[in-house]
């Protein structure tokens, strides 16, 4: 195992080296020794740190998890990374990449289990190509939501990149390469990006669809091109880093229209859901614009608990962004979700947004990020929120399920049931949406706060996350996502997919060195 820094370590990132292992074996010091001093030698010695402030920056989280990091490396370009992998495959050094580390409440910048080398990819923040006329951007890992809204607003663009609720400064490829979703049309993000540029730790360069082939005037066009497409096997995977991909981006809609509604209980919620399906399956409302809070995850919008909370209100909260080319056909839309929820859903209003004028609510519709919803993740926590949140540095209590539905009424009436009895069962109270990602499913985000500076609260919350999680996946209902603290939860699976994959990993990173414990069923104790 890797050992941690030594206490000598200075401020300025000097560091002694340290005897640690990578497999369970002792590792010999000389290794140790080269593989510091040549990481140092491909970033330079300020990019390299064992400084104990450092690490212990890294290493925070919202949540409990085994996962250690001992160095930090930060390259500056592909090259540099492929040189930084090299060595560690070299010397059986286990790394772990992350985009920006913003994964609050699924691990943050935290391995799976183990110690490791964390190897952080902001300084690759380029963006490499933008076309106006067919939408469509070319970015690298480090580049986040906030860059790319302003990037477009700069150039007075007409297009938008739907974001996400969590932090602005989060990376692009960190979400798609996690499958995560945005705010609007082509909010299902996997099914929006193309052309992949991936690092092997074997050093190969791969390249998906037709952007592996030189010239070609559709490389960042079509997700799949021409062959096998090799695009899903570097999402939620642990076979290579992605350094480059292409986003397809929206156009901005002539008229933005905003849907809300109450459900008084689960069960007209219920009704809600069944009545929207067939609008969505018609493509009469658009997916990834519809969204449903319960009455916690709104207080935990607005507020911070409170004893005085009287959490009795059982409502869940629908809205829904109407993306319209005209008045008419804003009409259209307006006049269908009224027609679907009439008698289902109280005090239901649509209202025209006001393009030059919109809140800051309303802007994230059309691609603008704000962090209003970072408050949330300090529900729990006994301080007030601070004008620059970050959950992992203040210690805020913060553990997601992600788990997926179908799109019916029954099932989520269902599953919230579950949920609601598991939270009163560990005395948390149930922050509960979720979106529909697809005319044909439903994203659930379950989040579990509470203040990890509270004694036993970490293992209250992880005791409440796997026995929800158990209920979930026993009923059928399977995460889309997974935390460093769920890699585990998955059941067998009924076919050889594990043995397949487990194969490619071999194949791609032989000496077992890249995200280990990551979306993967090659054990992860060792290297090798």
Not at 86 to 107: C, D, E, F, M, Q
Not at 457 to 469: S, T
């Amino acid at each position: 195992m890797l050992a941690m820094p030594s206490p000598k370590c200075s401020p300025a990132g000097k560091h002694m080296l340290h005897h640690f292992s990578c497999s369970g074996a002792p590792a010999r010091r000389d290794d140790l020794d080269a593989a510091l001093a040549a990481w140092e030698a491909v970033v330079g010695p300020l990019r390299v740190s064992v400084a104990l402030d450092v690490i212990a920056a890294a290493g925070m989280a919202t949540l409990h998890a085994p996962g250690r990091i001992d160095v930090t490396i930060a390259p500056g370009s592909v090259d540099e990374l492929r040189a930084c992998l090299a060595i560690a495959t070299r010397y059986v050094v286990p790394v772990y990449p992350v985009s920006g580390g913003k994964n609050w409440g699924l691990g943050s910048k935290l391995p799976p289990r183990g110690r490791c080398v964390l190897v952080e990819l902001w300084r690759l923040n380029e963006i490499i190509d933008f076309d106006e006329e067919l939408a469509v951007i070319t970015i690298q890992p480090g580049v986040t939501f906030r860059q790319i809204s302003v990037f477009l607003a700069e150039r007075k663009s007409t297009l938008f990149l739907p974001v996400i609720g969590g932090s602005p400064d989060a990376s692009v490829i960190g979400n798609a390469v996690e499958r995560g979703s945005g705010i609007g049309p082509s909010g299902e993000r996997a099914n929006a990006i193309g052309g992949l540029e991936i690092l092997t730790p074997q050093g190969h360069i791969l390249r998906t669809g037709f952007s592996r082939f030189p010239h070609a005037r559709t490389a960042r066009l079509s997700q799949h091109g021409v062959g096998p497409s090799l695009d899903g096997l570097f999402l939620q995977s642990n076979l290579g880093v992605v350094t480059q991909l292409s986003v397809w981006l929206t156009p901005r809609p002539a008229i933005l229209s905003l849907y809300q509604g109450q459900a008084l209980d689960a069960h007209w919620l219920g009704m809600a859901v069944d009545a929207l399906r067939p609008l969505v399956l018609n493509d009469a409302l658009g997916p990834c614009a519809i969204t449903f809070w319960n009455t916690v995850k709104l207080l935990a919008r607005q507020s911070q608990y409170s004893p005085l909370h009287a959490i009795t209100d059982p409502s869940w909260f629908v809205s829904a962004a109407l993306y319209s080319s005209s008045m008419s056909a804003a009409a259209a839309a307006t006049s269908a979700i009224r027609t679907c929820l009439d008698g289902v859903l109280d005090g239901a209003a649509v209202r025209c947004v006001d393009p030059v004028a919109m809140t800051e609510h309303e802007a994230m519709f059309v691609g603008v990020p704000n962090s209003g919803n970072v408050g949330s993740t300090y529900w729990r926590k006994q301080m007030a929120v601070p004008p620059e949140p970050d959950p992992d540095r203040d210690r805020c209590g913060l553990i997601w399920l992600c788990p997926t539905l179908p799109f019916l009424g029954r099932d989520c009436v269902a599953a919230i049931g579950m949920i609601e009895s598991t939270f009163a069962k560990y005395r948390f109270e149930a922050n509960i949406g979720f979106n529909v990602f697809n005319a044909r499913t439903l994203d659930f985000f379950v989040v579990i706060a509470y203040d990890r500076d509270i004694a036993g609260d970490d293992e209250r919350a992880m005791a409440c996350h796997d026995e929800l999680m158990g209920k979930l996946i026993a009923r059928g209902y399977l995460p889309s996502r997974l935390g460093i603290h769920s890699m585990t939860s998955l059941p067998d699976t009924n076919d050889d997919s594990d043995a397949f994959i487990d194969a490619i990993k071999k194949i791609a990173d032989p000496a077992n060195i890249l995200s280990l414990g990551r979306y993967t069923t090659r054990d992860s104790s060792r290297p090798g």
